[in-house]
């Protein structure tokens, strides 16, 4: 196999493709556009179409809207950890650990120490896993991209390398 993922290429690749030619994400399942509106806009937009998982339009734009409000609560919650001396890097490799089970899925894996998204998801973990481990990865290079500490930020980037390639070990 090639060299391995990177969390920090892909959202490169993705931001340089919706410049030059955003033509090219229509493909994409959830449509990278859909992980910054709020459930109201993607509803709005007809997204739920090129989500292709199951369940009612408005369900689906909830609980993707659910999962990245709660992925940006645990993204803050390790900046304010790890700035109050309190291990944010610990935090994110324990949300890692319980995001990156060992198919098969019996539930739907989720840190442990955070509340489920509501409303429920729609359809199998089998299915849904994978695609909220690369929300969450692309979620958690963003911050790695943003934060001028190179501690935290290699942090959030490994998390997220490490989301992305389970991603695809589950898809």
Sequence with gaps: MGSPISAAHTA?????LARTHPEAL??????????????????????????????????????WGAVRRTVGQVAE???????????????????????????PYREFPWPKRWPVPVPPNPIGPEFVTPAVQVVTGLMFQAYADRIADKSLSGAFGEAADKLLAASLRNA
Excluded: W
Aim: aromatic share 2%; charged share 20%.
């Design 12 to 16: 490169q690749i993705l931001r340089y």
């Design 77 to 103: 919650a390790a900046v304010v950890a790890e700035q109050t001396g309190r291990g944010g890097r610990d935090l994110l490799k324990s949300v890692v650990d319980d995001m990156c089970p060992t198919p």
């Design 26 to 63: 229509d493909g994409l399942d959830p449509h990278p556009p859909a992980l910054a509106l709020t459930a109201s806009q993607v509803s709005a937009l007809g997204v739920d179409g090129n989500l292709r998982m199951g369940g009612a339009p408005q369900q689906q734009a909830e609980f």
